[in-house]
């Protein structure tokens, strides 16, 4: 299983984020809207995954879509911006559905979406969610499976302006959890997903890791850092109360 994105809500607008980014050296683009969800976003890509910067575009089509994806975005958001979850890539996303309901998980069956570009292109994939009350435990991955092959789209991605050669140096090296019980959260999360334990607090993906850190203050678990390497920058960027740190 493959990292495909992580997901950090944020109250500036894509435009704004892009610009942001950009700024700061990197080529970061606006995706486009979710008209079923009521949000947008900006993009990152890395050479095997990305970064999507979700805002808010429409609170009434937003608060009425009832969909897993948008109701941790709508009740993190309450609190501020920050990361809000990852998501695993998977090219067989049926079979998983039909794993994890074998080892005992209730979850959404295999959902179907879209996003609309800004050059009116029509993108679409599955996702597929464990079903879980939305609170301050640390959500559960959700998966992705999409249209196209890992090939297909980032020809796509790059005939569109998405991904230039500067975003296959950068890769997502660590995603950093702190949770109130690591040891508990990492025994569930090889248990159901079948990921192999690098060290006391790692597990591993095909193209991250996955570091569990012991939640000292407060009571929300949530990811809470994102290490990138291939960047000139070496230095951690603050930004929309999330943690990113440049190897």
């Not at 970064?51 to 009832?66: G, T």
């Not at 920050?82 to 069956?109: A, N, P, V």
């Not at 796509?156 to 702190?178: Q, W």
Request: proline share 2%; with cysteine; glycine share 6%.
């Amino acid at each position: 299983m493959y990292l495909d994105h992580i997901v950090h809500h944020v109250t500036k607008t894509p435009k704004d984020v892009a610009e942001d980014w950009c700024a700061k050296g990197f080529h970061a683009v606006v995706g486009g809207q979710h008209l079923h969800w009521g949000t947008y976003n900006a993009l990152l890509y890395t050479k095997n995954s990305y970064i999507e910067w979700l805002a808010l575009e429409h609170l009434e089509v937003a608060s009425k879509a009832n969909h897993p994806f948008i109701n941790l975005f709508l009740n993190d958001l309450k609190t501020g911006p920050g990361f809000g979850t990852i998501c695993i890539r998977t090219s067989t996303i049926d079979e998983l559905c039909l794993q994890l309901e074998g080892k005992g998980l209730e979850t959404s069956g295999v959902l179907h979406a879209e996003r609309k570009t800004t050059s009116g292109l029509v993108r679409k994939w599955k996702m597929l969610f464990v079903k879980e009350e939305v609170s301050d435990a640390l959500p559960t991955p959700f998966f992705i499976e999409w249209e196209e092959s890992d090939k297909e789209r980032y020809q796509l991605l790059h005939d569109d302006s998405s991904i230039d050669s500067s975003n296959l140096e950068l890769a997502i090296a660590a995603c950093e959890f702190y949770v109130a019980e690591p040891r508990e959260v990492m025994d569930k999360w090889k248990k159901y997903f079948d990921l192999k334990e690098q060290d006391e607090q790692t597990l591993l993906l095909s193209n991250t890791q996955l570091v569990f850190k012991k939640l000292e203050n407060g009571t929300k678990e949530r990811l809470e850092s994102i290490q990138i390497s291939g960047s000139d920058i070496k230095e951690d960027i603050i930004y929309e109360q999330a943690t990113y740190r440049f190897r």
